[in-house]
């Protein structure tokens, strides 16, 4: 038999009912019926084609059939909670993977996680540069922040920020737009382009030009005064949001690094 194929709700009927050579206590234990637990055992020896119990005098007893595969069946079971107890156990690690921009990372994000492993020694980060197509499975991560309109197809949630600022050297520097990919439209015909809003800000602060970059990339270089913001904040559809699959996003240290990074 394939394993797809598989009858495990009726073998599972079949340990309770042969613990307690009783449908009625079995049906106790798997909060059933005892109707549900004899269909269950019915559709199980039809699958089998051999019969699992006899009604006697004394009560119910086990065939021969049944007690020869009852050791491996509950061996079996054992496997199975050790296989699950396996899985968890990652619950519990204090080793997180992250996948951010570069010019995120080094502005924004690592400053965040030494403040949040000052609080927790034992926990250990391993970053890696994202891009828009990362792979969660491929790369084993347990959280990524995106530069998008949302988070697309998987549990997110959005990074507080006052959206895009303008920025320039203190006093001013050249009268020229910096642009970079995923700046706004009217920086697009930029005559200084460079890779990323990181190195478009790095450009600011040398005198290049004015970068309009995301705030919350912005925010320790304009309260250090590195640059100065020009004008009021400008309102975008993009945004860092922190994203992850549903199994990694139900996870308890994920939980707790996504209200950390967003309080």
């Not at 991560?141 to 600022?165: K, N, T």
């Not at 005198?207 to 590195?226: C, K, Q």
Request: with cysteine; hydrophobic share 45%.
């Amino acid at each position: 038999m394939k394993r797809t194929h598989l009858p495990l709700n009726g073998l599972r009927v079949l340990d309770a009912a042969a613990r307690h050579l009783s449908f009625t206590r079995a049906a106790d234990e798997l909060a059933v019926t005892p109707a549900a637990v004899g269909q269950q055992i019915r559709a199980l020896e039809d699958t089998l084609g051999v019969v699992l119990f006899r009604r006697t005098t004394k009560g119910l007893e086990l065939t021969p059939e049944a007690e020869a595969g009852l050791a491996a069946l509950r061996a079996g079971f054992l496997q199975f909670e050790e296989s699950v107890r396996a899985m968890q156990a990652g619950q519990s690690s204090k080793s997180l993977t992250i996948a951010a921009p570069r010019d995120l990372t080094a502005k924004w994000l690592m400053p965040q996680l030494a403040e949040i492993a000052r609080a927790d020694g034992d926990l250990r980060f391993i970053l890696i540069p994202s891009d828009e197509t990362i792979d969660f499975t491929e790369a084993n991560l347990d959280l990524a922040i995106r530069w998008s309109e949302g988070p697309g197809e998987h549990e997110g949630e959005a990074l507080e920020s006052d959206g895009m600022v303008t920025i320039e050297r203190p006093g001013g520097g050249i009268d020229t737009r910096i642009g970079w990919p995923g700046c706004l439209a009217e920086d697009a015909a930029s005559q200084v382009r460079v890779s990323d809003a990181g190195l478009a800000l790095d450009a600011a602060a040398e005198g290049l030009g004015r970068a309009t970059v995301p705030e919350l990339l912005a925010r320790a270089d304009i309260a250090s005064g590195r640059v100065v913001v020009v004008g009021a904040p400008k309102s975008s559809r993009f945004g860092y949001w922190l994203v992850a699959p549903l199994p990694q996003w139900r996870q308890k240290k994920v939980r707790a690094l996504v209200d950390a990074l967003a309080a």
